[in-house]
């Protein structure tokens, strides 16, 4: 297969890139450094950087018709450029929750907007993206991560419908705590200060999230997921890897929303 990997120097998407190259698939990782992703020196697929910044839609959609280009095709598109930012709602300005977005939300967008003239051309085609947990379960001092996660998720049971004609298949993969980079470049909104009547509370719950981080699933648990999806005839809509959050995922279907949140804020 053709893969093409937004984000894929590091993380989850240099893992997705390793394991779809150890299958013999040509893999394009896309990143804003356009640099080889970690530890792929050991794959015997091929693998190929490729500079692009997913908040430029020039910019994606010129890394997307060099790989058309190259390959004459594109098999799948892995959707997982991301960041992230913390602090209380109140104290979040427009700015910095829009900085969220760019590249979580409208970073997708863009790299799909920019593939779907070729997958409707060619009649095929499967994109990927990667989601959260925190979709479904909002979490504290994290609402806007969590709201650009649940924004992504519509956004492609939305696509799914209306790429269905045209032989196209989506999925949302929605990890939980993973043990990446991402924690130590969260941002914090400059409202976080220890003034903040949210200070004391703020830093419990963020570093409950960043010690269950630290400790969570590695990478190519969810780069697995994703492998696992891109190869199947039908690709699941949504997928979380590991049972417990899967569980997770259940007792939002079933609980009141009320208790679903008080749950969490004992958590957090």
Avoid at 49 to 71: K, L, R
Avoid at 154 to 179: H, N, V, W
Avoid at 190 to 211: F, H, I
Avoid at 242 to 247: F, S
Wanted: hydrophobic share 40%; net charge positive; with cysteine.
């Amino acid at each position: 297969m053709i893969v093409l990997v937004t984000g894929g120097s590091s993380g989850i998407g240099a893992a997705a890139c390793r394991l779809f190259a150890a299958k013999g698939d040509t893999v394009y990782a896309a990143s804003r450094r356009g640099t080889l992703p970690e530890g792929t020196e050991a794959c015997p697929g091929v693998i190929k950087a490729v500079s692009a910044d997913v908040t430029s839609y020039e910019s994606i959609a010129a890394a997307v018709d060099s790989v058309i280009e190259a390959e004459g095709r594109l098999d799948v598109v892995l959707c997982n450029a991301g960041n992230g930012i913390a602090g209380a709602i109140e104290e979040t300005t427009t700015e910095e929750a829009k900085y969220q977005f760019e590249t979580c939300f409208f970073g997708a967008h863009n790299t799909i907007r920019a593939a779907l003239p070729h997958l409707r051309k060619q009649g095929y085609g499967k994109i990927i993206a990667t989601s959260s947990v925190a979709a479904v379960v909002p979490i504290p001092y994290q609402a806007f991560y969590s709201s650009v996660k649940a924004a992504l998720l519509a956004y492609m049971e939305a696509l799914s419908m209306e790429l269905r004609p045209f032989g196209i298949q989506c999925c949302c993969i929605l990890p939980g705590d993973t043990k990446t980079g991402f924690t130590s470049a969260r941002k914090y909104v400059k409202g976080a200060v220890e003034t903040s009547p949210y200070d004391a509370a703020r830093k419990k719950s963020l570093g409950k999230m960043e010690k269950d981080e630290v400790n969570g699933m590695e990478p190519e648990q969810i780069a697995k997921a994703m492998v696992c999806q891109a190869y199947r005839k039908n690709m699941s809509m949504k997928f979380t890897p590991r049972i417990d959050y899967q569980v997770f995922n259940l007792l939002v279907k079933i609980l009141p929303a009320k208790l679903m949140t008080w749950i969490v804020s004992k958590v957090y």
